[in-house]
Each structure stands twice: as C-alpha cells, then as structure tokens.
Nanobody, 121 residues
Framework: QVQLQESGGGLVQAGGSLRLSCAAS????????MAWFRRAPGKEREFVAG?????AIWRGAEGRFTVSRDNAKNTVYLQMNRLKPEDTAVYYC?????????????????WGKGTQVTVSS
C-alpha cells in the first residue's frame, strides 16, 4: 500500500506557473513509477506526464509540463509553465507498481485525492 498526498494547487493567472508536489508514504517509493493525471469539468481523466522508476519520462500532450522525482524525499513533482485556462482541472498523483509508466487511468494502482488547479484568463 502507498498513500499519496498532493499539494501546490491553487488559482493562477494565464501565463503563470505552478509546481505540484506529491508526497508518498507507506511503501518503498523507488519501486513505483509515478504519474500525473487530470480531470477537467465534464471530461474524462487524462494522462499528463509520468516518470519511471529509473527516471525515464513519459510526456503527455502538454509539452509545457515537466515531471521529476526525488526518491530521497519520496516526492514527485509536476512543473507547469505558461498555464492556460484550459489547464483548469483537478490534478491527481498516481503510483504504479512497475518500472514503466502506464497512461491508462484504469491501470493505475494507487491514487491521491487530487489538488485543484484553476487558471484565470
């Protein structure tokens, strides 16, 4: 079992930046591939970015977002730059007990509760 806690969401103006953090506990963090998903109002949850156990990065459709991890701190990050109103969503941290990142929400092993990101125009 792994518990995930996101932080760093909030309200930001278009063009601004945010960095989300996800702190993991309860298991060996380095055994998990980590990912970020988001769900915008009225839409399905979608893959944003992920990072494997070995540090390989999976990019989603948004080239403005960068994922990283710090195994010493049991934390994964999502740096979001040049934010747009359409980036408004609840952002979820995900852990997958495998090396490779999966981009399908149904295959995720553990979820955080999410953090709201709102981008104003």
């Amino acid at each position: 079992q792994v518990q995930l806690q996101e932080s760093g969401g909030g309200l930001v103006q278009a063009g601004g930046s945010l960095r989300l953090s996800c702190a993991a506990s309860g298991s060996i963090f380095s055994n998990y591939a980590m990912a970020w998903f988001r769900r915008a109002p009225g839409k399905e949850r979608e893959f944003v970015a992920g990072i494997s156990r070995s540090g390989a990065i999976w990019r989603g459709a948004e080239g403005r977002f960068t994922v990283s991890r710090d195994n010493a701190k049991n934390t994964v990050y999502l740096q979001m730059n040049r934010l747009k109103p359409e980036d408004t969503a609840v952002y979820y941290c995900a852990a997958e007990y495998r090396n490779m990142v999966v981009e399908t929400a149904s295959q995720v092993d553990y979820w955080g509760k999410g953090t709201q990101v709102t981008v104003s125009s």
